[in-house]
């Protein structure tokens, strides 16, 4: 039996040759603006490593290089603003069509790119503007966020070495003020005393005792600046009686040189045996601690609790001062180029843990160091 002619469908008409010749440009076109799009994200990535350039002219690049990379480059203009800072391509004061993306680092919008023509283009996805671009200025500003939160963390890194060397030369500077005024000053009164002594002693043997005792006196001064400046510097107590024991004996010492009332708990700490750099970081958070207690917050009472609770090892501190908002305090010290709260940061990160710092005005401040037991010999 023969098919009949339907059961074969005839072959689709061609298509004409302008036709093939429109979609095969209009592919070519997509394909260059992909192209164009890869081109941006790369030169982008390319600029924020060239360590030459300051921040302020990477963002400068960016807009340029955006401005590019959009359909109709020869009316396109971009902006990039930071921070109250604009920089932008000439001619974007009054663009006819803008998009927009928002630069957030952290969670916090600190700026945005824009993109505009200078003139009337077709209108596509939104506005003039394709739907890839959309998709290219949203990725933009993610990079960028990136960059500028790398920037800014390579500046701060450099800016608080600078602080922590002039830091250690500031600790010089006082350990030899504290040498030369107290001690040397002291030995040198005790060595003109002693040449004096035995011209003293012919005269009158009551004199020549009076002066001897006040020698001594003296020498028990100078010995004791001594112990307080090699206590400060490195506490023997730390390894001969622990870490528990070591900060009972500076929160009493602070008590009574401050008159500042300190109650000290410690639980869980029998028996612990934690590594050297465990006992002296969080004995120096302890020590900033306290210490800021006394020139800021004007507390009356410093509550310190120290719990060993596997897995850590926590050192809490509290007061009933003046308390402050943390965020702003951070910052104020960063510009005021103040140590103190991001030593203590450091320190219990350098030791695998975390410190938290709650506070607000009029309500005390509590500070708590965790760092890890586990590992410890």
């Not at 004061?93 to 803008?98: C, D, E, K, N």
């Not at 952290?106 to 993109?115: A, K, L, P, S, T």
Request: charged fraction near 30%; proline fraction near 5%.
């Amino acid at each position: 039996m023969a098919p009949s002619p339907s059961a074969f469908p005839e072959p689709a008409p061609a298509l004409p040759q302008e036709r093939l010749a429109h979609e095969h440009e209009k592919a070519l076109a997509a394909l260059r603006e992909r192209v164009k799009e890869l081109d941006c994200l790369y030169a982008i990535t390319r600029l924020s490593q060239r360590r030459d350039l300051s921040l302020d002219e990477v963002l400068s690049g960016v807009a340029e290089i955006v401005a590019r990379a959009w359909q109709h480059p020869e009316v396109a203009c971009a902006r990039v603003v930071v921070g109250g800072r604009t920089f932008a391509t000439p001619g974007f004061r009054r663009p006819v069509s803008r998009q927009s993306s928002p630069v957030v680092v952290d969670g916090e919008r600190i700026g945005r790119i824009d993109v505009g023509y200078r003139e009337e283009r077709p209108a596509c996805d939104e506005g003039p503007f394709l739907r890839e671009e959309r998709v290219l200025l949203d990725a933009v500003a993610e990079h960028l966020a990136r960059i500028i939160a790398s920037r800014q963390a390579e500046e701060r890194l450099h800016e608080l070495s600078r602080e922590l060397i002039k830091a250690q030369e500031t600790e010089r500077q006082r350990i030899a003020r504290e040498l030369h005024d107290n001690v040397a000053q002291e030995l040198s009164m005790l060595r003109m005393g002693l040449e004096a002594l035995p011209d003293l002693m012919e005269k009158s043997g009551e004199q020549a005792a009076g002066q001897a005792r006040d020698l001594s006196a003296r020498l028990g001064g100078a010995i004791a600046s001594l112990r307080d400046l090699s206590y400060d510097l490195l506490p023997p107590a730390l390894d001969q009686l622990g870490l528990a024991e070591t900060a009972f004996r500076l929160c009493e010492g602070f008590s009574a040189r401050h008159g500042i009332e300190v109650a000290f708990f410690a639980d869980g700490m029998q028996g612990v045996r934690t590594s050297f750099e465990t006992h002296i970081n969080l004995y120096r958070i302890l020590q900033e601690a306290l210490a800021n207690a006394r020139r800021h917050s004007g507390a009356k009472l410093v509550t310190v609790k120290l719990i060993a609770s596997y897995p850590d090892i926590i050192l809490r501190v509290e007061d009933d001062g003046a308390g402050f908002d943390p965020d702003i305090r951070q910052g104020q010290a960063l510009a005021e180029k103040r140590m103190g709260l991001w030593s203590m940061r450091e320190r219990a990160r350098l030791l695998g843990g975390r410190l938290t710092i709650r506070s607000k005005p009029g309500a005390g401040t509590r500070i708590v160091a965790e760092a890890p037991l586990a590992g410890t010999p």
